[in-house]
């Protein structure tokens, strides 16, 4: 069998790898201790932004319950009201920092310029965009091939020339602002050099061209990483984890294999064989450490609540019950008091005093039989009141 071929890791003379976008997110109470209420604490915080800095800054306008303004170096859109805050169960304060703002600040984020106070770990991240820039006289867009494990791949040409390719798909959202299930990351390489023409952002020209001499042949690869993903995959939540963006960029840039259009390659894509391809990667694949879901045990207080509310239930669609619906009821929740779950949760033991409650079992004994009958809704309220395990009335042992 043939070996397989070892992939290149590209190295270019120039290159800079950097956060291109960043957006942050974070509650105005949070920034104000003591032992106020969350509402008086936003109006101190409220207070204290706009005359530190929404005062000095330009009012954009009111957008989707926001007040914008924009600084030398961020957008800040804020919900003055706490009560509408609560209400859409957003963040207060949103922060979008400008890219001229994060290239000068590199991978520093002691530059990173905060409205509010300096704790990174009041700062949620919304979404950031890690990027590499690099200068090369081969242009790999156009006569290459991408191996990875996006299923989405689209390009966009311009006179028949590959300028920018997408990998993956920004997270989509359904009616009622749930996202569809996504990667939650989207890669975008492109022409660097040749959108700076087209834009003419002349900041940006001058920013690169002290870095890479000029702006010839200069290509980026950017990754953009939105919360849903940092948070369920890498356990990346506040500005406290910044540095962890890189390993993040490493461990999903890593895995793209970029190979030439050679017939060779071409046969062993079309057959499948894609570890015999020879092909070369931006980035050594870094292993990161994937945040476990933890599988959801009902608590022994919800199970008792749930066993409560399914019997009152249950005794309310009995008829001509009001006089022995109170014993019955007291029966019941001393029961419910009386509840052990052992550790593997599988029996469920009963115990009672039985000069306290035998005349009363007994009695609620004969009486649930004789109720039984149409559908048998004892046996239906059973399996609500112990779900999501299945009932099973032989794990009830009474003693």
């Known amino acids: 069998m043939k070996n397989k071929p070892v992939d290149t890791i590209l190295n270019f003379a120039d290159s800079v790898h950097y956060i291109e976008t960043l957006y942050i997110q974070t509650n105005l109470y949070s ?8 509402d008086k604490k936003h109006k101190i915080a409220m207070d204290k932004l706009y005359d530190e800095v929404l005062s000095k800054a330009e009012f954009l306008g009111h957008s989707n319950t926001r007040d914008w303004y924009k600084t030398d170096n961020y957008k800040i859109g804020v919900i003055t009201d706490y009560d509408k805050a609560m209400q859409c169960n957003w963040y207060s304060c949103v922060i979008q920092y400008f890219q001229h703002h994060m290239w000068e600040c590199m991978a520093d984020i002691n530059k990173l310029e905060l409205p509010l106070t300096s704790n990174r770990e009041l700062y949620n991240i919304q979404r950031a965009d890690a990027t590499l820039i690099y200068k090369s006289d081969i242009d790999y867009l156009n006569g290459y091939g991408i191996i990875s494990k996006y299923r989405k791949q689209h390009t966009i040409e311009k006179s028949g020339v590959i300028e920018t390719k997408y990998l993956g ?9 749930k996202p569809k299930s996504s990667s939650g990351n989207m890669v975008r390489w492109y022409n660097k050099t040749n959108e700076l023409k087209d834009t003419e952002n002349y900041k940006k020209i001058e920013l690169l061209s002290k870095t890479f001499g000029d702006i010839e042949d200069l290509y980026t690869i950017e990754l953009e ?30 895995t ?3 190979y030439k259009l050679t017939d060779e390659n071409r ?3 079309a057959d499948n064989h894609r570890n015999r391809v020879t092909a070369c990667r931006f980035a050594e694949w870094v292993e990161y450490e994937r945040v476990v879901k933890k599988k959801y045990e009902p608590s022994v207080k919800y199970l008792i ?29 001393l029961l419910m008091e009386r509840v052990v779950i052992s550790d593997g949760l599988s029996d469920m033991v009963v115990t009672y005093e039985p000069s306290e409650l035998g005349l009363e079992i007994e009695y609620m004994d004969d ?19 112990f779900s999501p395990y299945k009932y099973n009335p032989k794990l009830r042992k009474v003693s």
């Open 31 to 38: 920034h104000v201790a003591g032992e106020l209420s969350n």
């Open 169 to 177: 798909s920004r997270p989509s959202k359904k009616k009622g602002n």
């Open 225 to 254: 990483m939105n919360r849903e993903f940092l948070l369920r995959t890498m356990n990346i939540d506040s500005l406290k984890d910044f540095n962890k963006l890189k390993l993040a960029y490493k461990n999903i840039i890593g």
């Open 256 to 258: 793209m294999r970029v």
């Open 267 to 269: 046969k062993h894509i």
């Open 305 to 333: 609540d749930r066993m409560a509310k399914s019997s009152n239930r249950y005794l309310d669609t009995i008829p001509n019950m009001d006089d022995r619906k109170k014993e019955s009821l007291k029966v019941i929740n």
């Open 367 to 385: 009486k649930i039989e004789s109720y039984r009958g149409f559908n048998d809704l004892l046996q239906v309220e059973a399996q609500r009141a």
